[in-house]
């Protein structure tokens, strides 16, 4: 005889597994209809970083970019036209600064030669992210995939969901909270900024006046300082650009953390991750700075909450042939 609680779990247990459940991802997804999607995104990231060594940095920006607002759907490669009347690339932070799109498109029409309409734009972004940070020194995961394309795009979140670089701790931690990262998260994915780069006006407010102060912002070190507004004076052009990290501009390694520890973060927001007393990001940038293994698998576990942010999965959305349009516009 079945207890009255061992028949609802026998049930709900063979129901599990006749039908798996929707909205999960797993890294064997493409193992039948595209044995191939690995390599060939690896291939062509080491391939394009051979040109470019700041598409890894560009890459991996994008799938952030992308999860943040609606979910990792690919809105974020929509190109304005037909339906799609405002894109995300038009947004404030993604207008002349995402970069590496011409590496997804190139990754997408190998996949359509060798598997065609099977592999998501949406999971090309996160898989490109995943080659990006192992091909550049960083730690490699196994990424989960399922994902599907948007129909839409929304420039308004966009402009509203993607953090700025001038706004406080307090206002980061809860965009990230929003989608579901925690302040582990938040400190161990803004570990990307360790390598890339970032124009002048997106930091500059630090450098001169900072806040109406009359003087550069305290926590800034003061030889980074000189260096600094040398390379972008006051009135100077805008979108002169600075590396991440000044020793290994390319590399993913935990400078970040290091470079923080030395008042050297470059935008005001990776250093409040340090400087703002009392916060409980300071004891994890410590924790990072003195252990890169501790950073590397913490990055990693975070790159798979990030990526897991709302998939579309199952019949939701699409495949698109064209990582730039939907299907049939
Ligand atoms: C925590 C809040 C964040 C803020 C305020 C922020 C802000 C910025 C800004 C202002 C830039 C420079 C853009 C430009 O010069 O046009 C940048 C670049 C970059 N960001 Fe972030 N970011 C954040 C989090 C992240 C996260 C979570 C990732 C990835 C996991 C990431 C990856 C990158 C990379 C790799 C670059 C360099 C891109 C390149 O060189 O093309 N950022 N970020
Ligand atoms: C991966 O997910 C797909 C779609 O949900 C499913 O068909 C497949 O069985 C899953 N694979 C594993 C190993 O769970
Ligand atoms: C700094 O900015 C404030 C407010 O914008 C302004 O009143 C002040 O004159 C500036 N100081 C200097 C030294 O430029
Ligand atoms: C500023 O720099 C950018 C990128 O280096 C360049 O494309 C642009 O023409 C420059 N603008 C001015 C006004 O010099
Ligand atoms: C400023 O940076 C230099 C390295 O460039 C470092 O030796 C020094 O300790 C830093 N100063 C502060 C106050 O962090
Ligand atoms: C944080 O604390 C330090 C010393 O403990 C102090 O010098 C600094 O002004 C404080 N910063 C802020 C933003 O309150
Ligand atoms: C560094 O972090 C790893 C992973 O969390 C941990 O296993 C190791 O003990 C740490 N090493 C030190 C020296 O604390
Ligand atoms: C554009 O939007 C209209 C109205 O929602 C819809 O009927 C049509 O299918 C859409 N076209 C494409 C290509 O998605």
Request: charged letters at 10%.
């Given at each position: 005889m079945f207890s009255t609680t061992v028949l609802p779990a026998i049930i709900f247990l063979t129901l599990t597994l006749l039908y798996p459940s929707n909205g999960q991802l797993n890294a064997t997804f493409y193992s039948n209809t595209c044995p191939n999607v690995l390599s060939i995104v690896k291939n062509a990231v080491q391939q394009a970083l051979q040109s470019d060594s700041r598409v890894g940095a560009s890459l991996l920006r994008l799938h952030f970019h992308d999860c943040i607002v609606n979910g990792c759907d690919a809105s974020i490669l929509l190109d304005q036209g037909g339906n799609i009347t405002q894109s995300e690339k038009d947004a404030a932070p993604n207008s002349n600064s995402i970069r590496g799109l011409d590496v997804i498109d190139n990754i997408k029409s190998s996949l359509e030669s060798s598997c065609?309409?099977?592999?998501?734009c949406a999971d090309i972004v996160a898989l490109a992210a995943e080659s990006s940070v192992s091909l550049s020194g960083g730690p490699s995961w196994n990424v989960l995939l399922g994902r599907r394309d948007s129909l839409t795009a929304n420039q308004a979140g966009a402009n509203n969901l993607i953090p700025s670089p001038f706004e406080s701790l307090a206002q980061i931690t809860t965009k990230f909270s929003n989608v579901g990262l925690d302040t582990t998260d938040l400190v161990a994915l803004s570990g990307a900024h360790t390598f890339g780069r970032a124009r002048c006006q997106l930091f500059s407010q630090r450098l001169f006046n900072f806040s109406g102060s009359?003087?550069?912002?305290?926590?800034?070190?003061s030889t980074y300082l000189a260096t600094l507004q040398q390379n972008c004076p006051q009135n100077g052009n805008g979108s002169t650009l600075n590396n991440f990290?000044?020793?290994?501009?390319?590399t993913f390694d935990n400078n970040y953390f290091s470079n923080l520890l030395i008042n050297m973060g470059l935008l005001q927001t990776d250093q409040e991750l340090l400087?703002?007393?009392?916060?409980?990001t300071i004891s994890i940038v410590n924790n990072f700075a003195n252990n890169q293994t501790a950073f590397f698998n913490q990055f990693a576990q975070s790159m798979i909450n990030m990526g897991n942010i709302s998939p579309l999965t199952g019949n939701q959305g699409e495949i698109r042939i064209d990582c730039k349009k939907v299907n049939g516009s």
């Open positions: 065609s309409g099977v592999v998501s009359g003087s550069p912002d305290p926590t800034l070190n990290d000044p020793s290994t501009p390319d400087s703002t007393n009392g916060s409980s």
